[in-house]
């Protein structure tokens, strides 16, 4: 008995023979059925399937149907971008696939259409780049051309999308020069203005991913404000953690319960007055620590569980330091 798959490859090829369509009715139809296959794919064949409707598609399409090639062109680039057996190559034909529509999009003003050819060109020239065959800086002025259209009131969750991707793009750069200061700056800029369009109560996972990434974005960066951006980096941990908790979300708890312990271990108990130590904030950050190393072993993270037993004998160490300033004396 043939898959659902099968049924839907055989009917779109059927389709073709129609008499009573045109070849651009057979082309459209094609591309359609490749759409549907695509949509939820239950196995890589299924996105191999697509592909070849594509393909016969563009080839009974008439070279006269400008658009409507480049919208086949551009949904091909989509299955190439979701194939899973895909290496560097497939990525280079979808970024030219794309690349093709983005000129048909561009000469007929079709804005949208073109910013999402952006989009998506932005986020294969990322994938390159961390596969060490692209530019990070193609992938950040695709977005930022993507952006032109893509506005906070009118797009809301593509203006999300965009400003979560370049964000970090941003902080997947080297930090090594001046300008990395000023990217640190910009991917904290953009997760905040990822928050300007999402909210706890329609958004409650990505509310509390964009929190945590806000968090580390401010906690690591290398700035001469470093104590204010702890401060703040501690705000969005809390606020990533009024949706992320041991129960529902046990590894993204213990993500965030871990960085948030991260910035506690560098804040002195009291802003107002930084010489009455930290060791408060250091019991406290150590409570954090245990918890999440106790989660991380629950879920066999070795990695991340090796690290916090690590970070903890530092702690211990610490601790003992400050009770010695404390009692004014050196053990």
């Known amino acids: ?91 280079y034909e979808a970024q030219d696939a794309f690349t093709e529509a983005l000129r048909t999009f561009s000469e007929y003003e079709l ?71 000023m990217r640190e700056a910009l991917a904290v800029q953009s997760f905040e203005e990822v928050l300007k369009v999402i909210n706890i109560i329609d958004q409650p996972s990505e509310y509390a991913m964009i929190q945590n990434n806000l968090g580390n974005a401010l906690q690591y960066a290398s700035s001469s404000h470093a104590f204010a951006n702890n401060l703040r980096a501690l705000e969005a941990y809390d606020e990533a953690l009024r949706v992320r908790n041991p129960r529902d979300t046990p590894m993204e708890y213990a993500n965030t319960i871990a960085n948030k312990a991260n910035v506690l271990r560098n804040l002195p108990d009291d802003v107002e007055d930084i010489g009455k130590g930290r060791r408060n904030n250091l019991n406290a950050c150590r409570a954090l620590y245990l918890e999440a190393r106790d989660i991380f072993d629950r879920f066999g993270q070795t990695e991340g ?17 400050s009770m010695a300033a404390g009692n004014g004396s050196v053990h």
């Open 1 to 91: 008995m043939g898959t659902l798959s099968d049924a839907n490859f055989e009917a779109a090829l059927k389709a073709v023979e129609t008499e009573d369509a045109t070849a651009e009715e057979k082309a459209e139809m094609l591309m359609e059925m490749a759409m549907g296959i695509q949509q939820k794919p239950k196995s890589p064949k299924q996105i191999e399937d697509a592909i070849v409707l594509y393909d016969r598609a563009l080839e009974i399409c008439p070279e006269g149907a400008v658009l409507l090639r480049a919208r086949i062109r551009a949904r091909q680039a989509t299955a190439y971008q979701t194939l899973p057996t895909g290496g560097t190559q497939i990525l």
């Open 111 to 181: 804005k949208e259409e073109a910013a999402e050819t952006e989009l998506n060109l932005g986020l294969i020239s990322q994938s390159l780049a961390q596969r060490g065959a692209g530019r990070l800086t193609d992938a950040i002025q695709h977005y930022h051309n993507a952006l032109r259209v893509f506005t906070r009131d009118e797009y809301p969750q593509d203006f999300a999308i965009l400003h979560n991707n370049l964000a970090i793009a941003y902080l997947s750069m080297p930090m090594s020069d001046e300008r990395g200061k």
């Open 305 to 321: 569980s090796t690290n916090i037993t690590e970070t903890l004998k530092e702690i211990d160490l610490e601790m003992v330091g």
